[in-house]
C-alpha cells in the first residue's frame, strides 16, 4: 500500500533525524560542556534539518566560498543562532578552488563575498586556509593543499599590509555579536523533506529567520502584536512551506492557538492528512477538523483569507522567489571546459509583491534602497570578471542588529563603483 509505505518512511525518518539531534549533536555538546571546550560544527548534508541540528551545538557554523557559493548556509546557521539563543554564527570563510583561490587572489577580491556573509548573519570568520611552512621563512609562499583555500599566511605579497583587513573583519565581527538579530519575517522549516521549502538567499527590505518545528511546538508564542522566542527573537509575520497536503496535527494545534492570540500566518497550500502512522486512522479526521477550525473557507482561488479569534491566516500562492545573482551568466561563459565544479554564485530572496503589500501594511522596510546602480563583480576589482550590472535593491545587502535602545546597521556595497 503506497500511502501507508510513505507513512512508515515518514515516522522511520522522523526517528531517525531525532537520533542524530540526541546521540550526535546534543550529546557531543554536553561531552564538550563537561571538557570546558564548545562545539561547532557545519550541520548540513545528512539526513537531517540543519536548523534544528545547529541550534542543538554551541556554535552554529556555516561555510561560504570566496566565489559566494554555499551562501545560503549562513541562513540556516544564522537562523540556528537566532531562534535557538547563541551569539556567534560562525563560518569556513572564502574556501577557495583553482579558479579563485591558489594564490592569486587579493584583499579586495574577498570584501564582496565576506561582506555578504556578515549580511547573511555570520559573525565569526574561519579563515580557510593557511600553508604549511616545515621549512621555515626561508622557503615561500608555504606547501599549501593543492590549489585548494585562499592562503592566509606570511608568504603571501599581501600579508603586512592586509592588518588594515584583519582589524576590518574584527571591528564587523565585534559589531555583530552585540544585541540580537532583527528580522521581520520566521518560516517554519519542515523536519523532514524540507530542501526547496524555504527560502535560502540574502532578504531584502525585511530580513527573515527560519525556526525547527521542535522549537516553535516547545516554545513559540504571541504577545503584543510579536511572534515571540525565549532566545528575543520576535516576529510579526509567520509563513509556512508548501505542505504537500500533509501537517502532523500538533502543528496544526499550534498554529490555531498563535492565531487566536492574534498572530498572522501566511500560507500556500492547505493539509487534507496527517503524514506519519501515529494514531493512524483518527489523526487524519482530527487533522481534517483542525484545518476546518484554521483555514475555513480559504482555498487558494477565490477566498484568501480566514480569521479566527484576534489573528489570521492568509493564503498566498507565491511568497518569495529565490534567484541566482547576476553572476551567474559570468560563470556560465567563463567556465573552463570540462570542468563544471566552478560554484554556483549565491542567492537572493525577493519576497513577492503580494507578500510585500502585506508586509508594507504592517510596517515599513528595514531598509529600502531608493537609488543604487554599479558594474557587478563576481569577484576582486578586475575587468575580466565583470558580470554586467547590479541595479536597486541587488546592488546592496545589510543586516540590522538591536542591542538595548542601540540600533546596529552593516551595509554593504555589492558592486564595484
Keep these: 500500500n503506497e500511502d501507508l509505505t510513505q507513512r512508515f518512511q515518514n515516522d522511520m525518518y522522523l526517528t531517525q533525524t531525532d537520533l542524530f539531534a540526541d546521540n ?27 536548523v534544528r541540528m545547529g541550534g542543538r551545538t ?17 541562513r540556516w546557521s544564522a537562523s540556528s543562532a537566532n531562534t535557538y539563543g547563541r551569539k556567534e554564527v560562525a563560518a569556513e570563510a572564502y574556501t577557495g578552488r583553482w579558479n579563485d583561490g ?3 587572489t587579493d584583499l579586495y577580491a574577498l570584501k564582496r563575498s565576506g561582506d555578504l556573509a556578515f549580511a547573511n548573519g555570520v559573525n565569526k570568520m574561519i579563515l580557510h586556509g593557511t600553508a604549511l611552512q616545515p621549512w621555515g621563512m626561508d622557503l615561500k609562499p608555504g606547501m599549501n593543499m593543492f590549489f585548494w583555500g585562499t592562503m592566509f599566511v606570511p608568504g603571501q605579497t599581501w600579508w ?25 519575517v520566521v518560516g517554519l522549516m519542515p523536519t523532514l523533506n524540507w530542501k526547496n ?14 525556526l525547527s518545528e521542535e522549537l516553535f511546538l516547545k516554545d513559540m508564542d504571541f504577545t503584543d502584536g510579536y511572534f515571540r522566542l525565549p532566545s528575543g527573537a520576535k516576529y510579526r509575520v509567520l509563513f509556512l512551506p508548501k505542505t504537500n497536503g500533509k501537517m502532523a496535527p500538533e502543528i496544526l494545534t499550534k498554529l490555531i492557538q498563535l492565531v ?4 498572522l500566518v501566511v500560507c500556500q497550500d492547505k493539509p487534507v492528512q496527517s503524514p506519519g502512522l501515529t494514531n493512524y486512522p483518527q489523526a487524519d479526521h482530527e487533522v481534517q477538523k483542525l484545518v476546518a477550525q484554521l483555514w475555513g ?27 541566482l545573482d547576476p553572476e551567474r551568466k559570468y560563470f556560465e561563459d567563463t567556465r573552463t571546459k570540462g570542468k563544471a565544479y566552478w560554484g554556483a554564485p549565491s542567492i537572493t530572496t525577493y519576497w513577492s509583491s503580494d507578500f510585500t503589500n502585506l508586509m508594507r501594511s504592517i510596517d515599513k522596510p528595514d531598509v529600502e534602497v531608493i537609488k543604487a546602480s554599479g558594474e557587478a563583480m563576481a569577484w576582486g576589482g578586475f ?35
Aim: negative net charge; glycine residues 10%.
Design 383 to 417: 575587468p575580466e570578471t565583470a558580470a554586467g550590472t547590479r541595479q536597486g535593491e541587488d546592488a546592496i545587502a545589510w543586516t540590522h542588529r538591536r542591542d538595548g535602545d542601540s540600533d546596529i546597521y552593516f551595509v554593504s556595497n555589492q558592486t564595484g563603483s
Design 58 to 74: 554551541h556554535v552554529p557554523t556555516a561555510t561560504f566560498w570566496l566565489s559566494t557559493s554555499a551562501m545560503h548556509t549562513a
Design 24 to 50: 550526535f549533536f546534543t550529546h557531543l555538546t554536553r561531552k564538550a560542556d563537561s571538557l570546558g571546550m564548545e562545539f561547532m560544527t557545519e550541520p548540513y548534508t545528512g539526513p537531517f534539518d540543519p
Design 197 to 210: 521549502t524555504m527560502p535560502m538567499g540574502l532578504h531584502k527590505q525585511y530580513n527573515y529567520d527560519l
Design 260 to 263: 487566536e492570540k492574534g498572530g
Design 102 to 104: 591558489n594564490w592569486k
Design 160 to 184: 603586512e599590509p592586509g592588518k588594515a583587513w584583519v582589524n576590518y573583519l574584527s571591528r564587523c565581527q565585534y559589531m555583530l555579536q552585540q544585541g540580537k538579530n532583527v528580522a521581520d
Design 297 to 323: 473557507n480559504a482555498d487558494g482561488k477565490t477566498v484568501f483569507e480566514h480569521k479566527l479569534g484576534a489573528g489570521k491566516l492568509i493564503w498566498m500562492n507565491n511568497i518569495w522567489n529565490d534567484k
